[in-house]
């Protein structure tokens, strides 16, 4: 699973193939997300990056991962311009 | 029929195939664009070999819904993969096009352009070198007296 719900936590995990996902523009979304959650970035060796995900709030949790993978999609999209 | 769209009813998710050889990555994540507000979507995959996108539905819907959604979006890379194609081949007219432009801003009728640019600046907005401006009290004053009180 890509994203992994942590409810006692109150952590999210997301697992993105670096093939598909830019490292800065997982950057650039975890900056625009600040009001909502805090997280950190990990660059895995396995050709994967690592995203914890710390909401601000418990209620976002269970749409916050899928949230997220969306915007940093658009983000890749804008990046590509096709 | 559908061997490369997978429907997760319990998960209210589909997981659709594409061949990157004949869609390329940068046609996924425009169809994926379109996508964003009706689903959550995740490519997985190998860039090389097989993309896998994953859609899951925002809102709970049946099998057939999900599989409307799944064949909407094989619509759309073809869209994608079309206009891509298309605009690949128009590339070198494109460029000619504008680079004619450019150069006609910067060529012969640059010349023109910087004289009537000087006159203008040379102009004072006082002078009526035509003589169309005239006077209020010429216009609408009382003829009679010469008055042009009233």
Known sequence: MAIQINKEKNEICILLNKDFYNIEEIKS???DFKEVCKGEVKEKKENQIKIILKPNENSVINSLGHEFCNYSLGLMKNHSVV | M?????????????????NPEIY??????????????????????DPKKEIIIKLTAKERINKEELKKIGKEFLNE?????????????????????LQRVLLTGAGENNDDCNSLMEE?????YLDDPKGIAIPWEEKYGDKKNGNSDK
Request: aromatic fraction near 10%; include cysteine; charged fraction near 30%.
């Open chain 1, 29 to 31: 979304t975890l900056k």
């Open chain 2, 2 to 18: 559908d061997k490369n769209i997978k429907i997760n009813e319990d998960e209210n998710c589909i997981l659709i195939s594409v």
């Open chain 2, 24 to 45: 390329p990555l940068d046609v996924i994540y425009s169809a994926a664009y379109v996508f964003l507000e009706k689903a959550y979507l995740l490519l997985e995959g």
């Open chain 2, 77 to 97: 890379l073809i869209s994608y993969g079309f206009y891509k194609k298309q605009s690949e081949k128009n590339n070198l007219i494109r460029q000619i096009i």
């Open chain 2, 120 to 124: 203008t600046e040379e102009e004072d």
